[in-house]
């Protein structure tokens, strides 16, 4: 089993569409959920970072972290064309530095105008 | 807003040579990672470095690979002897320590190994 899989995609919306995008997750010591965008051969941007469970809001980005589930979520509300991206989960176990990062493939978003 | 950079953004190298892969990480930064995506595929972390030594490593960095922070400002990726494998996009990032789950990662760095 994978340890963080994301559906690839590609996920096509009309623009002003609420995105959901999702990870599960099969290590348990997972504490701390990051949001990556990433545009065609650049790098990863962070969107948003969440610990443990519960929702995490952020402009017209939210984040959500089911521990129970291994589970976590990033919604988009009234998407953009500029949203266009793949968007990375990535998580990590411990509160320290030097705590390497696990990624997810990746989903590929079109906002379409 | 500062930023990491990496420099070059596109190297081409014969199998067999030696590649140097260099960042600049953003300057208050202490703790510096690489990271590698093969086209198509996940993210994978390589190595964490902080305070002049290696803190993490993967099974992917193996005795081909090597970091360096020659001086105050760049840290480098050696990779000894570039296989046909080795090929794929490397990224560089740092982070400070009040905010250590917020890794920021450079543009890359395109590998091509012929």
């Known amino acids: 089993q994978k340890e963080v899989e994301q559906d690839p995609g590609p996920l096509s919306v009309p623009e002003g569409a609420i995105v959901s995008l999702n990870c599960t997750y099969s290590n348990s010591a997972f504490q701390y959920f990051m949001w990556y965008r990433q545009y065609s051969r650049k790098g990863p941007e962070l969107l948003m970072y969440?610990?443990?469970?519960g929702n995490k809001e952020d402009g017209r980005f939210t984040a959500q972290v089911d521990k129970s589930s291994k589970y976590i979520s990033l919604f988009i509300r009234d998407s953009q064309p500029s949203d266009s991206a793949t968007y990375l989960c990535?998580?990590?176990?411990?509160?320290?530095?030097?705590?390497?990062?696990?990624f997810g493939g990746g989903t590929r978003l079109m906002v379409k105008p | 807003e500062p930023e990491v950079t990496q420099t070059p953004s596109h190297q081409v190298t014969q199998m067999g040579q030696e590649v140097i892969l260099r960042c600049v990480p953003i300057s208050n930064h202490l703790y510096f990672y690489w990271y590698r995506q093969i086209l198509g595929q996940k993210v994978e972390f390589l190595v964490s470095f902080y305070n002049n030594e290696i803190s993490e490593k993967s099974e992917i960095f193996d005795d081909q690979f090597s970091v360096e922070r020659p001086d105050g400002s760049n840290f480098t990726l050696k990779i000894r002897s570039t296989k046909l494998e080795d090929s794929a996009m490397y990224f560089c990032a740092s982070i400070s320590l009040a905010a250590y789950n917020e890794q920021f990662f450079g543009p890359g760095t395109r590998l091509t190994v012929l």
């Open positions: 969440t610990y443990s469970s």
């Open positions: 990535a998580m990590s176990p411990r509160n320290n530095a030097g705590n390497m990062l696990t």
